[in-house]
């Protein structure tokens, strides 16, 4: 006897349904710069049915949500790692590079001395420092 399939909820039909969309997506784009010959009118009144059919049989659909959903996971690790390195290497170190140039330093790591203050011991809630 066969197990009864598993009951999913709307959400998470709706995510498997959703993650149709993006070949639906490139076959649009495709067809906007010419490199298929079917309209981009189809393409847009298909991503509605495609929803629908994610959703309507979540079960022929789970394998390619699973493996769209490494996919992103992975690919959004490295987009948010490039993003961060480019924003590093466009703004942080030009402008550290231009403050040194013009003689600011922020941050003066080479003055004598220490900036610790000394306590005065314990003291009252009100005046911890």
Known sequence: ???PPAHR????????????LPPVAL?????RWGWVGIPARVCLLAMPGVIGLGMGFPEVFAPWYRGFS????????RLVFGLLLGIHGLVV???????RVLGQRPIDGARSGSSWVRSKGYGSLRDPF
Do not use: D, K, T, Y
């Not at 709307?10 to 149709?20: K, Q, T």
């Open 1 to 3: 006897m066969n197990a």
């Open 93 to 99: 170190i030009p402008m550290g590079f231009f403050m």
């Open 70 to 77: 490494r996919v992103r996971s992975w690919l959004g690790g």
């Open 27 to 31: 076959l649009l784009l495709a067809s």
């Open 9 to 20: 909820s709307l959400r998470e039909r709706f995510a498997i349904g959703a993650s149709l």
